[in-house]
């Protein structure tokens, strides 16, 4: 039975707990984030662990924020949206279990939702929507990759990384040039002072066919190209530089390849690394260029969040999909086994 009632939206699939309500008439309610950075960032990255007993601590008291900031009560929920997978398994059962009991208590459906389809629909929460058929390059800490969206529910993949992701580069780059964790934003940052042109670094794979990432190569080269430097400031930020644009370059090339080879007209960015100022003026120049349209969601909607959890899990349930009463999650997730939301016939 489809719902028209607000969507309480529970993401804890790494090291960020967000909660959001998103109501099918009147879009997006309120939404919260407690991100576990500094509990992480003495150990230089993410300890599962750890992070799986901090979404315990925060993951209710958020429950309630959200709700009040809302100006909902927990009985005008008309249904509940967890991430269940791809993530860290202790983490994503945090949310699961917590939806689960919720959604039983309450006597509603709960929908188990694909982190990666969240990002991927989360320019929906935006005014200027784009509709399907569209291309999403989606590049996160864990992805790099470009999905052709025939209807919303129906990915196929054009090209995948064959080894780190874009985000993932982006952290262990910043880690080899001691920047601390998580680097991906700070690299953004000193790039931004950074001199063009001072280190220039390849645009792997662009030169053969194909939409394949590989950027495991870029950090060797800038690994060798800090340790053959007087490692001071100034050089940091023009390697920042170098690599940032080297990246850039990269995503933006293929993102025109594969609108090229699908025929689409709109282009979709999605996951932490959209939140890159650079990848998304470059894009938006290119767009005006070539004549196809671009779609970010805002930057905090870029990074892991609740809000594209609620509108992705309130898209399936209003198509009436809905999960049965075990709890179940999936640490590796292919997104192309999706169900469409509107199934044919
Ligand atoms: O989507 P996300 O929050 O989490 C995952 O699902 O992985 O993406 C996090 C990734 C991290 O690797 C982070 O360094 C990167 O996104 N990131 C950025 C920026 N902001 C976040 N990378 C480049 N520039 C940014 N401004
Ligand atoms: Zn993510």
Request: with cysteine; glycine share 12%.
């Amino acid at each position: 039975m489809p719902i028209a009632k607000p969507v309480l939206g529970i993401e804890s699939s790494c090291d960020e707990t967000g909660v959001a309500v998103y109501d099918p008439q009147r879009g997006l309610l309120a939404h919260r984030l407690y991100s576990q950075v500094r509990l992480h960032a003495e150990y230089g990255g993410v300890v599962p662990e750890l992070a799986s007993r901090d979404h315990v601590r925060k993951l209710l008291p958020l429950v309630r924020e959200t709700l009040a900031a809302a100006g909902i009560g927990v009985a005008d929920l008309g249904g509940i949206a967890y991430t269940a997978g791809p993530g860290l398994i202790g983490a994503l059962l945090v949310g699961a279990s917590a939806a689960r009991a919720l959604a039983w208590s309450l006597e509603v459906p709960a929908i188990a939702v694909h982190h990666m389809e969240g990002h991927l629909l989360a320019p929906l929460l935006e005014a200027d929507a784009p509709q399907a058929p569209f291309v999403a390059l989606l590049v996160s800490g864990g992805h790099s990759m470009l999905i052709a969206v025939d209807a919303i529910g129906s990915y196929r993949l054009l090209g995948d990384t064959l080894d780190d992701a874009a985000g993932e580069a982006f952290d262990k780059t910043a880690k080899l040039m001691g920047l601390p964790y998580p680097g991906g934003p700070e690299l953004a940052r000193l790039a931004e002072r950074g001199e063009s042109g001072r280190y220039k670094f390849s645009r792997p794979m662009t030169d053969r066919p194909g939409l394949d990432f590989s950027f495991s190569g870029l950090k060797t080269q800038v690994l060798l190209a800090w340790k053959n430097s007087d490692q001071g400031d100034t050089t940091r930020a023009n390697i920042a530089r170098g690599f940032e644009e080297a990246i850039v370059d990269t995503l933006r090339i293929k993102c025109l390849r594969a609108l090229e080879a699908t025929g689409a007209s709109s282009l979709v960015i999605a996951g932490g690394v959209g939140a890159n100022k650079r990848l998304r003026a470059q894009l938006a120049e290119a767009a005006l260029r070539q004549n196809f349209r671009v779609y970010f969601p805002r930057p905090e909607f870029c990074t892991d969040n609740g809000a594209m959890i609620a509108l992705a899990g309130a898209l399936r349930l209003q198509a009436g999909q809905f999960e049965g009463p075990g709890i179940k999650v999936f640490p590796r997730w292919d997104l192309e086994q999706l169900s469409p939301l509107y199934p044919a016939g």
